[in-house]
């Protein structure tokens, strides 16, 4: 018998086998579908730069859609990480309010979700003393994301905090009893460790906790304007919150490179496949049709659709978010009442964990 086994012929480039945590993540995507209101996701930004369009369509949207179905959202502003890997926290204040705004213009509705910082939660820190006694040194030692963060921090001296923060992020998660993390693969090490630590409790204190689950977001790998991977501590991002005109300079100011003739090629052309991929994500539309359709108009065709693309694609959140700006009162007492709600929940975890060891009254 013969069978015919030719290739299909696809333009497309074959995609990877899945790995175990994108198919656990797959799982977990039909699971909230199926049942939102059970879920409790918690999430959050950093203080430390302005959000941008990477964060936009790497997570930022993803909230909204979650919020929408029905899921308990938590956004954490993780201010305390802050001084991880710097000496102090500058401009935290004008950061957070950014980030604030920035939740709220995009669709963050504080009457179903919830916002808060760290510090303002005692609680939630206090955590972290039972948890840090249930991991070793070896185990900090090991986590490959803050070693990548040693190696690239400005700092000449490793601090306990940028050892432990991986501790840390299990207290924001396990205080609330969030179940839910949407991650990018960075921070899968972290994801572990919290599952490790609420393992390592329920089994020597009885089950308090439950083991949560990492989300993985589709991140699309946007470039900053320097070719390099965008990052709000870069000076390579285009922020959420620049007007048209600063994204338009931005983006004018991008690399490209000299083939006139523009494609979709993320291997071999990552740069210009960038900004196609940005104009795609704006028009929702596929990545090789707009290539396409600039064809030999160069870089200069290029920057012009990618810039109309985004321009327009965020005309009204720029709208919202100019009107949130009016009322900074407004916009802070969101963040106090997350946090009012962030302490009971975290207050009410600590009891549980104080009865819990028993030793502690
Ligand atoms: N470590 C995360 C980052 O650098 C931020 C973060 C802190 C976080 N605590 C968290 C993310 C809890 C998810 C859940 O991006």
């Known amino acids: 018998m013969t069978t015919t086994t030719a290739e299909p012929r696809s333009t497309e480039p074959r995609t990877a086998p899945a790995t175990t945590a994108e198919l656990r993540s797959a799982d977990l995507e039909r699971r909230i579908a199926q049942d939102p209101a059970g879920f409790r996701v918690l999430t959050g930004d950093r203080p430390t ?3 941008h369009l ?3 369509f790497g997570s930022l949207r993803n909230r909204v859609r979650l919020q929408d179905l029905g899921v308990d959202v938590i956004v954490l502003i993780p201010d305390y ?3 991880t890997d710097r000496d102090t926290a500058e401009r935290l204040g004008e950061y957070t309010d950014g980030l604030l705004l920035d939740y709220l213009a995009l669709g963050i509705d504080p ?7 760290h510090s303002a939660v005692p609680a939630l820190n206090q955590l972290m003393l039972p948890f840090l ?3 070793s040194v070896a185990e900090l030692n090991r986590n490959p994301t803050v070693k990548d963060e040693v190696a690239h921090s400005r700092q000449s001296t490793v601090s306990g905090l940028m050892l432990t ?3 840390h992020q299990a207290a924001d998660i396990l205080s609330c009893k969030g179940d839910v993390v949407p991650v990018g693969l960075d921070q899968l090490p972290h994801l572990e460790l919290t599952r490790t630590i609420a393992r390592r409790f329920n089994e020597r204190y009885g089950k308090l906790f439950p083991e949560p689950e990492a989300l993985l977001s589709a991140a699309p790998l946007l470039l900053g ?3 390099t991977k965008m990052s709000k501590s870069r000076a390579n991002s285009i922020p959420l919150s620049a007007t048209a005109d600063e994204t338009a300079r931005l983006l004018k100011g991008a690399t490209t490179d000299a083939d006139r003739h523009i494609t979709y090629d993320p291997d071999t052309r990552p740069n210009v496949a960038s900004l196609v991929l940005l104009a795609a994500l704006c028009l ?3 990545p090789h049709e707009v290539a396409a359709e600039i064809g030999d108009g160069g870089a200069a065709a290029l920057k012009r659709t990618v810039t109309d693309a985004v321009n327009s694609h965020l005309e009204r959140f720029r709208a919202r978010r100019a009107e949130y700006a009016k009322d900074l009162t407004y916009v802070r007492s969101v963040l106090r009442a997350g946090n009012e709600r962030a302490n009971a929940l975290a207050e009410a975890t600590l009891d549980e964990v104080r009865e819990a060891m028993g030793a502690f009254r």
């Open 49 to 51: 730069g302005a959000l």
């Open 54 to 56: 990477g964060h936009y």
């Open 81 to 83: 990480q802050v001084i």
């Open 111 to 117: 009457a179903r979700s919830t916002v808060f910082t």
């Open 133 to 135: 006694s249930l991991v």
């Open 165 to 167: 923060y991986p501790v």
């Open 225 to 227: 304007t320097d070719g």
């Open 284 to 286: 929702e539309r596929d």
